[in-house]
């Protein structure tokens, strides 16, 4: 067979101030002066957004050089491509395209303020930038007739929303905020109002600020037009220090500029990083960094003194404490690790060699509910050890993929950066996304996606259903997506997996927090060792003791988070050690907390002041993100270190608490620092032995003993859903992006942009139990207003999970389950 060679790319030949370049067809004239090291000034360009030609600054001469492809008058170059033999003088070399730009700038400036001084832009403002580099060295404006000087103004700011600030005296038009809202986000917030001289931004018509992605159109603002709420007048860009980081409220991995001022975060702005956000940022992201300097901020070791109550203690006297506690605890039954899901993965692997040599126990989990045979079986055959480059799944292939398969997860809410790509890949026309949730909600919608209607339970149906009907078209070049919560269904790992391997559909998945993939790899389950190793595989675990200078490491599998809880309540184990798990959080939080309140002895590594450390006979205060170095792993399995920005000696990484105990406690963990961590992590490296099959470890058998449903059709009831009038409902919930988070804590205005908690029913319930519902299941009830999702499934009633009160896990009851409805009254 011989093969086929590559197309070669259609290139063009222009010539650019002298000098010759070729580049792809198509290419814009300011892209391909890029090329040539001539940078055009531009306010309205921007590489991400479709061209406009709205601010006309970037124009350029391209006379006519005898072939045609002149034009007489100065052509906006953000607009204009290229074409064979063109010519193009820009403002360098050519008196024409400066004088243009120089009159553009003189309009530009006409009505524009002069309080750079005061403005947020000031230091870093394309506009004042290039009204020094290419505008006049005096304006000739003189106003009008009884106004001469005079410069249009308005009341400001307009508060676009409680996060976004609008002057629009500053906004010279560029539409870069309105063509990001419509084109990116997809929200319709902010638009163009009235024509001419008197066009403005403002607030679009019947448009209700729901957006998560405002932020961004603050960051590409190239004047000081959009400002930030929590940042106004409260610093300037020269008194900043910069950092780069990765944000660390999700696993999509983006990265993120974190800008510092005497030992506190000032801001934070989107990195430019084209694989992975590009140059995007969810809100909670770019806000969501008040936690780590509140109020209830721990800031120096406590342990528990001989009155009950907690005292400060020095580093030295809390490591000597805990390692006595903890081995006593050892003796007396075994101490349960629960790490959560915030973790970097040098901490996680910290935590991971502690619990085996100085706990001896695999009783260790990052998860917050049972881990099923299925699920165990999934991360490591599925999950662990994929990367890009080692058959994991990319931002890239996301763009590529002919279809997108979503299945227990809202990407909208739960992954900003992977919503943001498929809506990229959408508008494109390459992508139709296919997904499997109870109704179309808000995000789906703004997918066009394709939604196969389906009841909690009835996730592992649905699948298969994918398969059965043509009309879906889930084949080699589609992708599945799924979500973590979608472990909480039985059989649904399993179709999953099932439905790739009979379609040849590349699959992911894409955890909540971002720190559980790194968890995963770390060793931080019950059933794996770091590096993809199974603890039941003997190999595994001479391979890894091997490597950490012990002779052997325990061979049983471990309890799950689930049991460890279980076992904590009925005294089979002595102690914990917990790492910033919150009790609200975890599958059933009242058994949580009385788990961690039978427990003969706590020791609590955390970043504030929480339920657990209250009651913990050991607390440790371990620095926030911005304050140590680390790696997050993505849901691609992609590795992103990021260095620390702030020095705070009140605080420590967490991986150098556990070596402070562990050698008070004779088992030195052979590492103090994060570089000395990853130098050992490097050096264990990946399993290299025979990964599980799938089918092992049960997980072909646990798909039957999924409830019978009927999926597919968008028109169909599934996962046992009952009749709207019977009085019973059954509850699907997930995360909102902005909710009642602890790491959203201490930014009023990001709070205020959360979306009003409502209960979503069908008309059937609207008409019976009226505008108000009370919900009411084994753990309680809860009272909200309620909203007619159109397409929901019959018998099924939506709310977001921790948006009200203590959260559905706490107040109602778990995913999945029945709830009675009736009428309320708030």
């Not at 292939?397 to 299945?407: F, M, R």
Request: charged content about 20%; hydrophobic content about 40%; overall charge negative.
């Amino acid at each position: 067979m011989t093969s086929t060679p590559d197309k070669v790319t259609d290139l063009v030949n222009v010539t650019i101030d002298g000098i010759q370049v070729a580049v792809p067809k198509d290419t814009l004239v300011i892209r391909a002066a890029e090329q040539v090291g001539v940078q055009i000034p531009r306010f309205c360009d921007h590489p991400l957004l479709a061209p406009v030609g709205a601010c006309r600054q970037c124009l350029v001469d391209v006379p006519d050089a005898g072939n045609g492809r002149g034009f007489p008058k100065p052509q906006a170059s953000c607009t204009l491509p290229v074409a064979e033999g063109m010519v193009v003088n820009t403002q360098v070399t050519s008196d024409v395209a400066d004088k243009a730009q120089q009159g553009v700038m003189e309009f530009l400036l006409i009505n524009h303020p002069l309080d750079c001084p005061v403005c947020d832009k000031g230091g870093e403002c394309p506009l004042q930038n290039q009204a020094m580099s290419n505008g006049r060295g005096e304006s000739r404006f003189v106003g009008m007739p009884g106004a001469e000087g005079i410069k249009r103004t308005f009341p400001k700011p307009i508060n676009l929303s409680p996060n976004v600030l609008l002057d629009r005296e500053r906004c010279i038009v560029c539409q870069r905020c309105t063509r990001f809202a419509e084109e990116i986000a997809g929200d319709p917030f902010i638009e163009l109002l009235e024509r001419g001289a008197e066009q403005q931004i403002g607030i679009a018509e019947d448009a209700p600020f729901l957006s998560y992605f405002s932020g961004n159109v603050i960051q590409i603002c190239p004047v000081g037009a959009l400002t930030s709420e929590q940042y106004r007048f409260r610093s300037r860009p020269f008194d900043l220090v910069s950092s780069p980081g990765v944000a660390e409220h999700d696993a999509c991995g983006s990265a993120i500029r974190v800008d510092h001022r005497r030992g506190k975060v000032m801001r934070r702005l989107a990195g430019n990083d084209p694989e992975v956000n590009e140059e995007w940022l969810t809100d909670k992201d770019r806000f969501g960094f008040a936690y780590a300097h509140g109020d209830d901020r721990l800031t120096y070791p406590q342990v528990r003194g001989e009155d009950g109550a907690l005292r400060p203690a020095s580093w030295p006297e809390a490591f000597s404490v805990a390692a006595r506690g903890l081995a006593a605890a050892k003796a007396a039954g075994g101490v349960g690790v629960l790490t959560g899901g915030r973790l970097t993965a040098e901490d996680a692997y910290a935590y991971s060699k502690f619990a085996r040599i100085a706990l001896g126990t695999n009783d260790i989990d990052f998860r917050a509910r049972p881990l099923s045979a299925e699920e165990a079986a999934f991360l490591a055959a599925h999950v662990a050890l994929t990367a890009p480059g080692n058959g994991g799944v990319t931002y890239a292939d996301l763009e590529s993929a002919s279809k997108i398969v979503l299945v227990g997860l809202e990407p909208e809410d739960e992954a900003g950066a992977i919503w943001l790509r498929l809506r990229k890949s959408v508008r494109a026309g390459g992508t139709q996304v296919v997904a499997l949730a109870p109704f179309t909600s808000r995000g789906l919608r703004k997918l066009s996606a394709r939604v196969v209607l389906t009841a909690p339970g009835g996730e592992a149906d649905g699948l298969r259903s994918l398969l059965e009907k043509s009309e879906y078209g889930v084949d080699s070049s589609a992708v599945i997506l799924v979500g973590e919560r979608l472990a909480t269904v039985p059989g649904a790992l399993s179709a999953a997996a099932e439905v790739a391997a009979k379609s040849g559909a590349r699959l992911a998945w894409v955890p909540r927090r971002a720190g559980d993939r790194g968890a995963i790899e770390a060793g931080c389950l019950p059933t794996l060792l770091p590096g993809g190793r199974p603890v039941a595989d003997a190999a595994a675990r001479v391979d890894v003791a091997a490597a950490w200078g012990v002779d052997q490491l325990p061979e049983a599998e471990g309890r799950d988070a689930d049991a460890i809880v279980a076992a904590l309540v009925a005294g089979e184990l002595g102690g914990l050690l917990v790492a910033g798990v919150d009790p609200a959080d975890t599958a059933d939080p009242a058994a949580t907390r009385a788990a961690i309140g039978a427990a003969g002895f706590v020791v609590a590594l955390d970043l504030r002041a929480t339920a657990v450390t209250d009651v913990a006979d050991v607390v440790f205060p371990v620095a926030p993100v911005s304050d140590k170095a680390g790696t997050f792993v993505t849901w691609e399995g992609r590795v992103r270190p990021f260095e620390a920005a702030l020095r705070n000696p009140a605080s420590l990484p967490d991986l150098r608490v556990l070596a402070g105990i562990a050698e008070e406690m004779g088992v030195p963990l052979g590492f103090r620092t994060v570089p000395e961590a990853r130098a050992e992590m490097a050096q264990l490296g990946p399993w290299d032995g025979e990964r599980p099959a799938l089918g092992s470890r049960g997980l072909e058998t646990v798909a039957s003993a999924t409830s019978s449903t009927s999926g597919g059709a968008s028109s169909s009831t599934s996962g046992g859903a009952t009749s709207s009038t019977s009085g019973e409902l059954v509850l699907a919930t997930w995360k909102q992006s902005i909710d009642n988070g602890r790491m959203q804590d201490g930014d009023k205005y990001l709070r205020a942009t959360a979306r009003t908690p409502v209960a979503l029913v069908t008309q059937d319930v609207y008409d019976t139990y009226g505008p108000t519902v009370t919900l009411t299941g084994d753990r309680g009830s809860v009272t909200l207003p309620a909203e007619v999702a159109p397409d929901l499934v019959d018998g099924v009633v939506w709310v977001p999970a921790d948006s009200f009160g203590a959260g559905v896990l706490d107040d109602l009851a778990s995913p999945g389950s029945r709830v009675r409805v009736e009428g309320g009254q708030l």
